[in-house]
């Protein structure tokens, strides 16, 4: 596996995609102003930033919230996974960059010191709260839809609730799998969480659109049990395991049939389950 050298500068983003407008208009009541602290771009496609964290900002980690920047003089919002673990005292977010995306066409150009609007109220069913108890937890995800995780596995909870985690993150190119990998590489270096991962994360990185050691879908492998080799587990029982996924409608649907085939049930908040579900952020 290796670690892909990031672009410190936009020069990843087409030049002709859409400038933000200033940011100092007033705030509506549900939202909050929060200042951008550092950007990181990892490919043409993908970026992630820190911002500052509101004293009275409270989440479970896994949830997402609204996000965005005034346009046109209106809150343009989309909902976003908080990357960062609910200890953390700024919020991250990993974010794709549609070229015609009304909002990340936009917000690709922010870097440290510009206004963002951050909404008031977290929610969400990527959380330890929704599943049963159980042994091993399978973060499955794809592109940007390993957000949630990332916040996840930074969390003591996780580690206290379960034995093993397994976080399987499957992009169409190598260059994709950069965040996660330096998110897994800094985890082990933490000193409140690396001690606790210890051996106990085991992460997982394919590729579908490039030559690559793990190669192909995450269904594809799960069906053919390839995935349960190479991350050295047998295959799914919902008397032991557990199973969160997040990712595209389409990887959404066929991962939720699949765990439904295993005999899983879905969970959520009020009704906890073996297996949850949520859409990665989309324009
Ligand atoms: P593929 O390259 O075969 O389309 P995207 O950026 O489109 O969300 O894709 C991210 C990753 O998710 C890609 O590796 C893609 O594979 C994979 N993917 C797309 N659709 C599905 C699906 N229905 N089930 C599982 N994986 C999927």
């Known amino acids: 596996m290796t670690t892909l050298a990031m672009h410190d500068t936009h020069a990843g983003s087409p030049v002709d995609t859409p400038s933000i407008e200033p940011q100092d208009q007033p705030v509506p009541g549900a939202l909050t102003q929060e200042t951008v602290i550092s950007v990181r771009h990892w490919t043409d496609r993908l970026f992630s930033f820190r911002v500052t964290r509101p004293q009275s ?7 997402f919230v609204m996000l965005g920047l005034f346009n046109g003089g209106k809150p343009l919002l989309r909902a976003y996974s908080v990357a960062s673990p609910s200890w953390d005292e ?3 977010f990993f974010s794709i960059k549609v070229p ?8 690709q150009h922010i870097e440290p010191g510009d206004k963002i609007l951050l909404g008031k109220k977290p929610t969400g069913t990527l959380i330890l709260d929704a599943l049963t108890p159980g042994k091993t937890l399978y973060m499955l995800s794809t592109g940007t839809g390993i957000a949630p995780f990332a916040s996840l596995i930074r969390d003591p909870e996780t580690y206290d609730k379960f034995e093993t985690i397994v976080l399987s993150h499957t992009c169409r190119e190598i260059a994709e799998l950069g965040y996660g990998n330096d998110l897994v590489a800094a985890i082990s270096e ?6 606790l991962v210890d051996g106990r994360l085991i992460h997982d990185t394919a590729v579908t659109r490039e030559k690559y050691g ?12 390839q995935f349960f080799g ?10 032991r395991d557990r199973v969160m996924i997040c990712g595209s409608m389409a990887m959404l649907k066929d991962c939720a049939a699949m765990c439904e085939d295993f005999g899983f049930r879905e969970g959520s908040n009020a009704n906890p389950g073996e297996y949850v579900i949520e859409k990665a952020f989309a324009e």
């Not at 015609?100 to 917000?107: I, K």
């Not at 793990?214 to 049990?225: D, F, Y």
Request: avoid cysteine.
């Open 100 to 107: 015609d995306g009304p909002l990340t066409s936009r917000l």
């Open 90 to 92: 700024e919020l991250e």
């Open 57 to 63: 900002f409270r989440f479970r980690s896994g949830e």
């Open 230 to 239: 190479d991350v050295g587990q047998p295959p799914f029982d919902p008397a």
């Open 214 to 225: 793990r190669a192909g879908r995450i269904t594809s492998r799960i069906e053919s049990g």
């Open 190 to 195: 933490d000193p409140l969480i690396g001690e």
